[in-house]
C-alpha cells in the first residue's frame, strides 16, 4: 500500500525522487475554466528554490515548472492537471557514506526498515526536495481560492524568536529568512552562519495565517478543517509539532481567558479575540486561520555522529553534500502551499454538500 495524494475532492498526488530525473505532482479535482498558466507558479517555487542565499543549501537548481496536461489555452479544463519539475543538478556521489550507514534524525533506517531497501541518494522520497512538488500543486490551489490571503513567515530560529511589536508584514520578502522582524533578521544571519560554519543546523518555527476565509469551511467530525491543516503541515519533511490558534498556550488559560467573545456586528459576530485560530467545532469561524509548526534541525550534518551501518555495526557518519542548515526557511512556502491545498479542498467540500 503507498499513500502519495493527500485531499479529498481537490486532489493531488506528487512523485519522483530528490536525486531521480524529475519530480512533480498531479492535481486531481480542480474546476474547470480557471485561469492558469506556468507563470502562475513559478513565483511560488523561485520563494522555495535551493542557492538563493548563504543561509540555505547550494544545490543548484532552477525548479521551473512544466504543464504538462488539464490546461488549455490558459484555463484548468477539469482533467489532471500534470507539473514536472526536472533535477538538473544532482551530486549523488555525495551519499556514498549514506549508502553504508543510517544518518539519525533522518529516514534512512526507518525506510530500510520498512522497504528492506532505500534510495540512499539525497534520501530519495524523504528529502526535503519532494516539497518542491507541493508548492506546485499548491499554487494550483491558490486559483481556487482568490478570494483568500495566505502568508507565512520564520518566527523563531534556533530559538532566537522575533518581536511581534516589531512585526512589519512587508519586511517578510526583504530577506532571506521570511522574517518580518529586522533586527531578528540581522541576528539570524550570524547565527545560522554560526551553525553552518561549525557543520552543524538549526531548527525553526513557521507561522502562517489565511485571511479571507469565510465562515463555514470544514466539517465534523472526521474532516475538521483544523485536523486536515494539522495533518497536511505534519506531512512536511522535518515538522514534528503543528498548533492551531493558541496551541499548546491554550492549556495555561481559564476558559474565560480562552474563549473568543462576540458582539453584534455589521456583516455577521464581530470577534474580539481569535484563541481558536479562526477554526470552532472543526469550522472556519470567518476569522484568520493561524497555524505555528516546528522544524527539526536538518539531519545531514558534517558533524560526526554516531550510527550504525546496515549489518548492525557501530559507526559513525558525517555527511557531505549541500545541505540546509536550517530547513525551516525555505519551509515558509511550503507551509504556504499546504494551507492554501487544504482550504481549496475544503472549499468544494463545502460547496458540494451546502450549494
Not at 532552477?62 to 504543464?67: G, K, L, T
Not at 484548468?76 to 543510517?102: C, F, H
Amino acid at each position: 500500500m503507498s499513500f502519495n495524494t493527500f485531499g479529498r475532492v481537490f486532489r493531488f498526488t506528487t512523485w519522483g525522487e530528490s536525486h531521480g530525473p524529475a519530480i512533480g505532482a498531479v492535481v486531481d479535482g480542480c474546476p474547470p475554466g480557471l485561469p492558469l498558466g506556468e507563470a502562475d507558479i513559478q513565483p511560488f517555487l523561485d520563494a522555495r528554490r535551493p542557492g538563493t542565499s548563504r543561509f540555505t543549501t547550494q544545490r543548484r537548481e532552477p525548479d521551473e515548472v512544466r504543464i504538462l496536461s488539464g490546461v488549455f489555452e490558459g484555463r484548468t479544463t477539469g482533467t489532471p492537471i500534470s507539473l514536472m519539475i526536472e533535477n538538473v543538478d544532482q551530486r549523488s556521489k555525495d551519499y556514498s557514506e549514506v549508502a553504508k550507514a543510517y544518518r539519525p534524525g533522518h529516514a534512512d533506517y526507518a525506510y530500510d526498515a520498512k522497504y528492506g531497501f532505500r534510495d540512499y541518494r539525497g534520501g530519495g522520497r524523504s528529502s526535503a526536495r519532494e516539497t518542491a512538488s507541493r508548492v506546485a500543486a499548491g499554487a494550483v490551489a491558490r486559483a481556487v481560492i482568490p478570494e483568500v490571503t495566505i502568508t507565512a513567515w520564520v518566527e523563531a530560529i534556533g530559538g532566537d524568536a522575533i518581536d511581534y511589536a516589531k512585526f512589519d508584514a512587508a519586511e517578510i520578502g526583504r530577506n532571506p529568512f521570511f522574517c518580518p522582524d529586522p533586527d531578528a533578521a540581522v541576528r539570524w544571519e550570524a547565527l545560522v552562519d554560526e551553525a553552518r560554519k561549525a557543520g552543524s543546523s538549526l531548527g525553526a518555527v513557521v507561522a502562517a495565517e489565511a485571511t479571507g476565509v469565510p465562515a463555514g469551511w470544514g466539517a465534523p467530525l472526521y474532516a475538521k478543517l483544523d485536523s486536515e491543516l494539522a495533518a497536511a503541515v505534519m506531512s512536511i519533511n522535518a515538522v514534528k509539532g503543528v498548533e492551531i490558534g493558541d496551541g499548546f498556550d491554550a492549556a495555561r488559560l481559564t476558559g474565560e481567558q480562552n474563549a473568543d467573545p462576540m458582539r453584534p456586528g455589521e456583516h455577521g459576530p464581530a470577534f474580539l479575540a481569535n484563541h481558536a485560530g479562526g477554526i470552532a467545532g472543526g469550522i472556519s469561524t470567518g476569522q484568520p486561520v493561524r497555524l505555528r509548526c516546528a522544524f527539526k534541525p536538518t539531519s545531514s550534518i558534517l558533524t560526526p555522529v554516531e550510527t550504525i551501518d546496515r549489518d548492525g555495526a557501530a559507526a559513525a557518519i558525517m555527511t557531505k553534500g549541500r545541505h540546509d542548515p536550517c530547513v525551516g526557511i525555505r519551509g515558509v512556502p511550503v507551509v504556504e502551499a499546504m494551507l492554501a491545498l487544504v482550504l481549496a479542498d475544503q472549499k468544494l467540500l463545502h460547496r458540494a454538500q451546502c450549494g
